[in-house]
């Protein structure tokens, strides 16, 4: 029913910047609480942000906390994830994950029922 797309991964150093973007063909996810994700291999999935669907309550991972921005352009029902000050740790595949409206964010992938394919980012000199 919800076909979620990521783009926007790529190579960069450690330093560097990337925009992530989470996109849905039928234009709804203004609708949908959004998560990012990201596994690297030998890990676990990590939360990495949220943004909430009804009043756009944001949610940081420690880790990522002051280097990453998650932000929702509802115009073209676009949410973005900006990585910033980029590490070589930050090398994983990234997900975008959809559940249906809340006021609150959700931290925990088990709550999402709606995923993207991913996409890698690899953080590298």
């Known amino acids: 029913q919800l076909q979620l797309v990521e783009s926007g991964g790529g190579l960069v150093q450690p330093g560097g910047s990337l925009r992530l973007s989470c996109a849905d063909s039928r234009f709804i996810l203004n609708y949908y609480t959004i998560g990012w994700f990201r596994q690297a291999p030998g890990k676990e999935r990590e939360g990495v942000a949220c943004?909430?669907?009804?009043?756009?309550?944001?949610n940081y991972g420690d880790s990522v906390k002051g280097r990453f921005t998650i932000s929702r352009d509802s115009a073209k029902n676009t949410v973005y994830l900006q990585l910033s000050s980029l590490k070589p740790e930050d090398t994983a595949v990234y997900y975008c994950a959809a559940v249906g409206g809340t006021e609150w964010c959700r931290t925990r992938a088990d709550d999402y029922p709606y995923w993207g394919q991913g996409t890698q980012v690899t953080v590298s000199s």
């Open positions: 943004i909430a669907s009804l009043v756009g309550i944001t």
